[in-house]
């Protein structure tokens, strides 16, 4: 079954963006916040030792996923500028 799309050339393709009317449409100028769709970072095993009050807060909605949260708490403080040197 073809739905015709392996018919268009390059030319035709160039041809027919040039009529699409983008006047509407916000530019995206800040892609800070902006991740791709599947966007996993890189990660490192590390170990660190953490305070058991801390712990069982990060683990109190449930023992799964607590590193996730603290990544999450982590990614929070650097997007928002948490000044580390007065800590």
């Given at each position: 079954m073809s739905n015709?799309?392996?018919?268009?050339?390059?030319?035709r393709i160039a041809e027919l963006?040039?009529?699409?009317?983008f006047s509407d449409?916000?530019?995206i100028s800040?892609?800070?916040?902006?991740?791709?769709r599947n966007w996993k970072p890189a990660k490192k095993?590390?170990?660190?030792?953490?305070?058991?009050?801390?712990?069982?807060?990060?683990?109190?909605?449930g023992i799964k996923g607590?590193?996730?949260r603290l990544n999450a708490v982590i990614r929070w403080a650097?997007?928002?500028d948490c000044p580390l040197g007065t800590l």
């Open positions: 015709g799309a392996d018919n268009f050339t390059s030319e963006r040039k009529n699409i009317d449409i916000p530019e800040d892609f800070s916040n902006g991740r791709p095993s590390v170990s660190f030792r953490i305070d058991l009050d801390n712990l069982e807060w990060l683990q109190s909605t607590y590193q996730t650097k997007q928002h």
